[in-house]
């Protein structure tokens, strides 16, 4: 990171920043470009370990790239405005940043990924069993190798 005085370095402030994140963007290798999608997603931690849920329909190019590389790039970030500094004016944000692997996820852990997007999105009153039960949704899991957070005003 270029700018040391604005990264995030504990592990809590960063994952506090994703909590508050309603959409992730989620880069893949592309075939000629590199191909980026937002999503909304469910996250959890297990010990040291930070995973990712999303979900899609089991067809399409997301799919197709992850087939072809799983290696995965996620962003999201808050944008609280805009102020005024000296010589110009500058976003006041938050920012995260995650590297992984995504894997299509089955059965009881699907369910689980479901619950933790309808948790984090706020949407009560629908049933994570049912819509995995649907013959239209994949979900996946990445698991996240690095993760870093930034802000302009900590």
Request: net charge neutral.
């Amino acid at each position: 990171m270029r700018k040391k005085q604005r990264e995030i370095t504990d592990i809590d402030a960063v994952l506090n920043v994703l909590d508050q994140c309603k959409t992730i963007r989620l880069g893949l290798t592309g075939d000629r470009f590199p191909y980026v999608v937002p999503l909304s997603f469910g996250w959890e931690r297990v010990g040291e370990k930070i995973f990712v849920y999303f979900h899609c329909a089991k067809e399409g190019k997301k799919i197709d790239l992850i087939a072809k590389n799983n290696a995965v790039c996620l962003e999201a970030d808050v944008l609280n405005g805009y102020v005024r500094t000296e010589k110009s004016v500058t976003a006041d944000y938050k920012s995260v940043v995650a590297f992984g692997y995504a894997e299509r996820v089955c059965g009881a852990e699907a369910v689980h990924g479901i619950e933790l997007l309808l948790a984090h999105c706020g949407v009560e009153g629908y049933s994570a069993k049912d819509c995995v039960l649907t013959d239209i949704v994949a979900v996946y899991k990445i698991t996240v190798e690095e993760i870093t957070g930034k802000s302009r005003f900590i």
